[in-house]
């Protein structure tokens, strides 16, 4: 829906899905599923001469495979035991994005809300030196990330600079994720010579700071 110069996009999804386990010809009742959910999206945008903007918003799920469900114990070596989690269930993730953009720079701002991720999780099993991983549903974690990135042109030479922020929020008090934030700077560069030929050099990065993976 246009109006002046705004743009505004909506949508609303319904997914059903289901999905039967059986092992030897009989249902397996808790690893089977039975999913209905709504999934909106919303996006309003705006553009005038050189500047352009655009707000939007999503709504997508994830949801645990069958070796996931399992619900019996793995034996992978005298120290390690791994097994399934019958009970899992789906997380969901609310993302928000606000980019911008002004001739040959551009911005954005990206925040995440994750409802009960499915995150590894490492213990003793039976309090013995062995070590069980397992999966599990947690309570919820944000990441905020934002990036800037200017690409000017100089007559034959076309650099590339990025700034890009990352960071993680995590209040489990078992994880051992960090809640530090992450930082890089990389640096592109291209060279662009008579006849269509294009030359690119190695993108030199440096990063400080940083969050260990989910």
Not at 10 to 34: I, M, N
Not at 158 to 172: K, N
Request: proline share 6%.
């Amino acid at each position: 829906m246009p109006f002046g110069h705004y743009e505004l996009d909506a949508g609303l999804r319904y997914e059903h899905v289901t999905t039967d386990y059986y092992s030897f010809g009989k249902r397996e009742q808790e690893p089977s599923r039975r999913y209905g959910n709504l999934f909106p999206n919303l996006s309003l945008s705006w553009n005038k001469d050189l500047w352009s903007w655009q707000l939007s918003y999503t709504m997508k799920t994830s949801r645990p495979g069958y070796n996931n469900l399992r619900n019996f114990m793995q034996y992978d070596s005298r120290y390690l035991y791994e097994g399934g989690n019958p009970y899992l269930r789906p997380e969901y993730t609310h993302n928000v994005e606000l980019s911008a953009v002004h001739k040959w720079l551009s911005a954005s701002v990206d925040y995440d809300y994750v409802h009960k991720p499915m995150l590894h999780t490492f213990g003793l099993y039976d309090n013995q030196e062995i070590a069980y991983f397992s999966v599990r549903n947690m309570g919820h974690y944000q990441i905020l990330s934002a990036s800037v990135t200017a690409s000017p042109t100089f007559s034959w030479y076309h650099p590339s600079w990025e700034i890009d922020y990352s960071q993680l929020f995590f209040r489990e008090p078992t994880s051992l994720c960090s809640n530090h934030p992450s930082f890089s700077f990389i640096l592109r560069n291209s060279l662009v010579i008579p006849h269509g030929w294009s030359m690119a050099t190695p993108t030199a990065m440096n990063r400080f700071g940083g969050r260990q993976a989910l």
